[in-house]
């Protein structure tokens, strides 16, 4: 398997813009993670999914932030409209239940918002 | 929800020194806690873990131990070495199953990560 794949992995948008992030989870895995990291704040937990089902998204900033995970093997991330303050590194993670082992990291998408 | 605090925010040893992070958590339902090395510019990636039935597990100068009743957990790197520089992150991680896990079952949530420099 490749592992977990983002899409795309740099960004640059203007303020106002539609932004939609892709992720591809290991196959098999049951559950997602979307992660937002920057400086000031860590690795932030916006939104996990188990079977395709959203479990707790009270992470997301506002409702400008939306994800969806229309099948297993895909899932998305959406802000509309962007803001300056949204600009971070973006990560997707995804693992398998049963052995509640470790999460696998895509390798992120950089986002910036000018 | 779960709260995970890490401390210390950063730190700074020799070459050879040992170095010790610490956190703790909020949620009794949490029973797997991993630690993430994270170098600049690259995905955080797993290098230890322990689960709820263990006090302490060791891989070379790399252990982790776990006090359930203070829910607390520690990362201990023996011997450090330049290339130990990196961002460490704990988490923990809520059961994954419903009926243990409450409402948020499977949750992985995170510390805010202590970036340990190693002076050659």
């Known amino acids: 398997d490749a592992g977990v794949i983002q899409s795309p992995r740099h960004e640059v948008t203007e303020m106002g813009q539609e932004v939609t992030l892709r992720c591809k989870p290991i196959?098999?895995?049951?559950?997602l993670f979307w992660y937002r990291q920057t400086m000031m704040r860590g690795l932030e937990l916006l939104i996990y999914f188990n079977n395709n089902v959203p479990i707790d998204d009270s992470g997301m900033p506002e409702d400008r932030f939306s994800a969806k995970m229309p099948n297993a093997s895909f899932s998305t991330l959406k802000i509309q409209p962007s803001e300056p303050r949204d600009s971070a590194v973006y990560f997707c993670?995804?693992?398998?239940?049963?052995?509640?082992?470790?999460?696998?990291f895509g390798q992120g998408t950089r986002l910036t918002v000018v | 929800g779960e709260n995970v605090e890490q401390h210390p925010s950063t730190l700074s040893v020799q070459e050879g020194d040992s170095a010790v992070i610490k956190c703790t958590y909020s949620d009794s339902a949490s029973n797997y806690f991993p630690w993430y090395k994270q170098e600049l510019g690259k995905r955080p990636q797993l290098i230890i873990d322990i689960r709820s039935n263990v006090g302490e597990k060791k891989d070379q100068r790399i252990a982790v131990t776990l006090n359930k009743t203070a829910k607390h957990f520690s990362l201990h790197i023996t011997e450090t070495q330049p290339e130990d520089s990196a961002v460490y992150f704990c988490a923990a991680r809520i059961r994954p199953s419903p009926l243990a896990g409450g409402t948020s079952y499977g949750k992985l949530t995170f510390g805010q990560g202590t970036i340990l420099t190693v002076h050659p």
């Open positions: 993670a995804s693992s398998f239940r049963p052995l509640n082992t470790e999460a696998f």
């Open positions: 196959s098999g895995h049951d559950y």
